[in-house]
T-cell receptor
Framework: ETGVTQTPRHLVMGMTNKKSLKCEQH?????MYWYKQSAKKPLELMFV???????ENNSVPSRFSPECPNSSHLFLHLHTLQPEDSALYLC?????????????FGQGTRLTVV | RKEVEQDPGPFNVPEGATVAFNCTYS??????FFWYRQDCRKEPKLLMS???SGNEDGRFTAQLNRASQYISLLIRDSKLSDSATYLC?????????????FGTGTKLQVIP
């Protein structure tokens, strides 16, 4: 199994739909992240969870709702999205307390809002 | 000042050239530093960690300058396959947790 797995890999949804992105990590990490990467733009940090507690929310619109039921799983619930929300959504995990905290990424979900 | 800053490029270099990227960071308490590579339409992957004494991995050399708060990546004898976006990553510590913070990335295009 790969370290960080994201599903689905591709998603097309209408503006009135509700969908969820799933991320699972098998690395025993305590920190998990959601990033957004739009075309030709850098990675934008959306949310940070540490030990299942949300520790950072970078002014993300409420139409994005994260959930971290345990340290291995992270969800991003989507509802009433806008076309400009179309992007690659990347999940990552890292050790929470180690000095050399490398982040491992999933392959991402490519989201298209129509 | 941004937490992590990079020159976005693009850097267009011929095969065989040597190219260097710098990345500055604002938090002097930062503890860990990395370079990631991101290929087009793929997820970022770790290229190498950056140690205080500097480190080398084949054609790649990473260095850290704590006094000036920057890290660098040197690529020697560039290959076409080195074409990618290189992301600087800094790990500050604060608020009881560590947060991996990415720079905007520097795009490298190696030309035949």
């Amino acid at each position: 199994e790969t370290g960080v797995t994201q599903t689905p890999r591709h998603l097309v949804m209408g503006m009135t739909n509700k969908k969820s992105l799933k991320c699972e990590q098998h690395l025993g990490h305590n920190a998990m992240y959601w990033y957004k990467q739009s075309a030709k733009k850098p990675l934008e940090l959306m949310f940070v969870y540490s030990l299942e507690e949300r520790v950072e929310n970078n002014s993300v619109p409420s139409r994005f709702s994260p959930e971290c039921p345990n340290s291995s799983h992270l969800f991003l619930h989507l509802h009433t999205l806008q076309p400009e929300d179309s992007a690659l959504y990347l999940c990552a995990s890292s050790e929470d307390q180690g000095r050399n905290t490398e982040a491992f990424f999933g392959q991402g979900t490519r989201l298209t809002v129509v | 000042r941004k937490e992590v800053e990079q020159d976005p490029g693009p850097f267009n270099v011929p095969e065989g050239a040597t190219v260097a990227f710098n990345c500055t960071y604002s938090n002097s308490a930062s503890q860990s530093f990395f370079w990631y590579r991101q290929d087009c339409r793929k997820e970022p992957k770790l290229l190498m960690s950056v140690y205080s004494s500097g480190n080398e991995d084949g054609r790649f050399t990473a260095q850290l300058n704590r006094a000036s708060q920057y890290i660098s990546l040197l690529i020697r004898d560039s290959k076409l396959s080195d074409s990618a976006t290189y992301l600087c990553v800094v790990n500050p510590y604060g608020g009881g947790y560590q947060k991996v913070t990415f720079g905007t990335g520097t795009k490298l295009q190696v030309i035949p």
